[in-house]
């Protein structure tokens, strides 16, 4: 176990995963295998303990950034997205807290520092990115626990990471299961 309470995660990933879309809203169904992705994501990523990658000191660009882990090449692929799909932005604006909306909305183009330095203290910010980067992909969210270790590693993680779809379920039954009932 994680030694700290992950419900609030768990409800954070399914407010966002019901909130955020691009098109229409999801079904019931369909909301909730996003729901166990990004809450299985988070898990992975960072077992839900450092909003920034070790390694990295919180005024530089490199490595990741909130409990899911996210990539400045991520963000700025996510804040387009919001940019270029009209559907998506309506959700995310609708979604996000009034003032995290204003927040994006102030964000330079060539300069994401502040963002960056956001995700670390905001998870809402942080599985916002995280929901974006999955949007960006064009296969659904298999329904099976497996199938989205897969998903993930294929999506998310990357060839080259050093996760694996069967760390990927590790961490599920350890520390999302239980909560994700």
Known sequence: MSGHDLRPYWHLCQSCSCGVYAGHQPTKAYADRVARMLFGTGAQESRYRHSRQIGYNIGTQGGAFSYWQVELGSVCDSLNLI??????????EAWLPLTLWRFLQTIPKNDHSELLRALVFSPELGVLMC???????????????????VYWKRHYNTALGA????RYLHNWVALCAEVAK
């Open 83 to 92: 940019g270029r799909n009209q559907s998506v932005s309506d959700s995310v």
């Open 131 to 149: 929901r974006l980067h999955y949007l960006r992909v064009p296969t659904a969210i298999p329904a099976t626990l497996e199938d989205q270790a």
């Open 163 to 166: 996760g694996t779809p069967a």
